[in-house]
């Protein structure tokens, strides 16, 4: 499997609802940063903690979240995904939309290393 097609599959893994698939694309050390000031900002390693501090929280949190990437540029183990997410937060039913930027690292088939970017200001409002 090819680096792109590592990443690719998170994102069709993620738009599918399939998070098992998702879990099995990251390697056990992986590290996933989320953007500081967001709302589940911080480092988290490995499958579990990622679980448990994203993707969970994502799904108790907000209604129709999702994360369309519409661009993949691969450069050797890393790829930069540019896409837009958007949603609406259960406590409040505001919704939001806002772009994004993700770097990731693949060695051996799996993801080891995530980095989110991302307007925390947007992604925040309608926690608010």
């Not at 050390?29 to 448990?52: F, H, K, M, N, R």
């Not at 993707?55 to 896409?83: C, E, H, I, S, Y």
Request: net charge negative; with cysteine.
């Amino acid at each position: 499997m090819q680096t792109i097609d590592v990443v690719r599959g998170v994102y069709e893994g993620f738009g599918n609802g399939d998070i098992p698939a998702v879990l099995e694309l990251l390697a056990d050390d992986c590290s996933w940063t989320e953007a500081a000031g967001g709302p589940y900002g911080g480092v988290y390693v490995g499958p579990q903690a990622i679980l448990d501090g994203v993707f969970m929280k994502l799904g108790d949190d907000w209604n129709g979240f999702t994360a369309m990437p519409q661009d993949f540029v691969a450069d050797g183990d890393r790829v930069v995904v540019l896409g837009e997410y958007s949603g609406s937060y259960k406590a409040t039913g505001r919704s939001f939309r806002s772009p994004f930027a993700h770097a990731w690292t693949v060695k051996d088939g799996k993801a080891v290393r995530f980095q989110q970017y991302v307007d925390t200001v947007l992604h925040r409002e309608p926690m608010d």
